[in-house]
């Protein structure tokens, strides 16, 4: 079982920035992927960015590109996603999740975090 809690969530403007954070415990040498998602009201969960653990290679949605940051610290477990430039279309619930190979399809990570919202006024 791999644990994750997320943090940093909040209401924020437009063109403001967030720090998200998840943190991970439990049997974590099982997973080497962390990736972000996000939920919008009445939407479907999409994919935001990833990383692997080991490696540090990050990817990113088109729709956040050169605005968001993925990044790792491995000896505290947690990954970090910066968010800057932010815009009303990034309201929605962002998840953490864990998974053993790299994936946007939320269907290929196991382990979920409980979310964490973001609201971007205008």
């Known amino acids: 079982q791999v644990q994750l809690v997320e943090s940093g969530g909040g209401l924020v403007q437009t063109g403001d920035s967030l720090r998200l954070s998840c943190t991970a415990s439990?049997?974590?040498?099982?997973?080497?992927?962390m990736g972000w998602f996000r939920q919008a009201p009445g939407k479907e969960r999409k994919f935001v960015s990833a990383i692997s653990w080991s490696s540090g290679i990050a990817s990113y949605a088109d729709s956040v590109k050169g605005r968001f940051a993925i990044s790792r610290d491995n000896a505290k477990n947690t990954v970090y996603l910066q968010m800057n430039s932010l815009k009303p279309e990034d309201t929605a619930v962002y998840y953490c999740?864990?998974?053993?190979?790299?994936?946007?399809?939320?269907?290929?990570?196991?382990?979920w975090g409980q979310g964490t919202q973001v609201t971007v006024s205008s």
């Open positions: 439990g049997r974590t040498l099982s997973v080497d992927y």
């Open positions: 999740a864990t998974g053993a190979v790299p994936s946007i399809t939320p269907q290929a990570y196991r382990y």
